[in-house]
């Protein structure tokens, strides 16, 4: 390695001072001598701008860095790291920085979703790199591996909890019996969850996530809106507690998986959040609390897990910082850096392509060969029954003249399992259909 005093101190400018950007901060200042010794240059921070300067801040933050100025801390900068969060003015500074020849670390998931391919392609145009590890899972090491490590693999599919939040929210929901409304206000009460919380719990910031692993991975530009998203507002203490009962627990999955060509279509990449059904022995269905994970099905290296935490300042600042030394010693030792690639330019399919099981709970008459007229819609509209669990519950020490029915499905494609709800929602023999869920893991 080159000796630190043989390279000039490489300038590092700061956007953002906020829980992030204050950690990265400090990290910096305390950590000098050996990041140094790691890079073979001297990391100087030359400048955090912020939007204002007498906003209340962390104590490891120097005021006499603070500024206003930012493009003339970008324009000065040989690194620069954007933790400002938002699209504006963050993609504005960002493209500053890249065609001033700077490289850029970033956390900004909402920006790499949305124009991440604007952003990537003025990188490669100007030999600059644009460096996102902490974009997803905060210091969980997933950007890494699929740009690199697996890079000539064929990844197959990706399953995560990407949200710390609505895992918490979820996991409380499962150990205690709390519906979501109080799961929810405890998860405030403790911080995990914002004033506003809606971008985590209609599962905003779980596509975006999504959307970044799926480019990566399957080497294909996803758009944000082409991402199926559902919240998990309509979780119920009913559902959690019948999960549990039949050995599973409902997690906010974000999946994105190859298709196969079909009579219907060409193949391509479904990209999809929602809640799901995974068997509580699965990797994924052992996450507790706030704590992220990433399964990953390669081709040739198989089934990979990711585990950690996914959010917090200091576990995103780690992140940003295992890209800046990454950035700082691309600059001691010269040569190109790491092109992301779309060349694959697969179809994004919609949700209807996706494979998947349901769990249909039904109030049904309590009348001879109900089974059989049940059995008969899924039939139609060729999906198959795996398990049925028929109760008939006791109103007043008298039988009740419906029963509840709990039809689990063999795997088929999303438009045959919506089509036979709607199917179902329409027949007589139904009083009401009471939960549909997805089942995944399997």
């Known amino acids: 390695m080159t000796n630190s005093n043989e390279y000039r101190p490489l300038r590092i400018a700061l956007l953002g001072a906020g829980s992030v950007g204050s950690q990265v901060a400090r990290l910096l200042i305390e950590n000098k001598s050996e990041l140094a010794a790691r890079v073979g240059a001297e990391l100087e921070l030359v400048g955090i701008a912020v939007r204002d300067i007498n906003s209340p801040r962390n104590a490891g933050v120097p005021r006499e860095l603070l500024t206003l100025d930012a493009e003339s801390l970008i324009l000065g900068a040989d690194i ?11 993609r504005t500074y960002i493209l500053q920085a890249l065609n001033s020849g700077s490289d850029v670390i970033t956390a900004n998931k909402a920006l790499l979703a949305t124009h991440g391919t604007e952003l990537f392609d003025t990188a490669e145009q100007v030999g600059a790199q644009l460096y996102f590890e902490a974009a997803v899972a905060g210091a969980i090491p997933i950007i890494r591996p699929l740009r690199e490590s697996l890079a000539g693999d064929k990844v197959n599919r990706i399953m995560g909890i990407v949200n710390g939040t609505t895992n918490f929210i979820l996991d409380r929901m499962d150990s205690t019996g709390a519906n979501f409304n109080d799961a929810l206000a405890e998860a405030t009460e403790l911080g995990y969850a914002e004033a506003d919380p809606t971008a985590d719990i209609e599962a905003f910031d779980a596509a975006q996530k999504a959307a970044i692993l799926a480019n990566l991975a399957f080497h294909t530009e996803v758009p944000l809106d082409q991402v199926y ?24 999955l974000a999946i994105a998986e190859r298709v196969d060509a079909d009579e219907n279509g060409e193949a391509g990449v479904s990209v999809r959040v929602h809640p799901a059904l995974i068997e509580r022995d699965h990797p994924l269905g052992a996450v507790r609390g706030a704590f992220n ?17 996914g959010a917090g300042g200091v576990q995103t600042a780690s992140a940003v910082l295992g890209d800046l030394v990454s950035a700082a010693k691309r600059h001691v030792a010269g040569g190109p850096g790491l ?34 007229k049940i059995a008969n819609v899924f039939a139609d509209h060729g999906v198959s029954i795996e398990t049925v ?32 709800v709607k199917a179902l929602a329409a027949n007589a023999a139904v009083e009401s259909i009471t939960s549909v869920i997805r089942v995944e893991g399997i």
């Open 293 to 309: 994970a990433v399964f990953v099905e390669a081709e040739a290296a198989g089934s990979l897990m990711f585990y950690g935490a």
């Open 389 to 420: 669990e028929q109760s008939v519950r006791q109103n007043g020490g008298k039988r009740r003249s419906t029963a509840t029915l709990e039809v689990g499905t063999h795997v088929a494609t999303e438009a045959s399992l919506s089509s036979v």
């Open 80 to 90: 620069v790291i954007e933790v400002m969060g938002g699209i504006e003015p963050a």
């Open 229 to 252: 998203r559902e919240g998990i507002t309509k979780v119920t203490a009913e559902q959690m507690a019948a999960a549990q009962r039949d050995g599973y627990v409902i997690k906010l």
């Open 339 to 372: 092109a992301d690639s779309v060349h694959a330019n697969l179809a994004i399919l919609p949700i209807d392509r996706a494979y998947t099981r349901y769990q249909i709970t039904l109030e049904v008459t309590d009348q001879p060969g109900i089974l059989a």
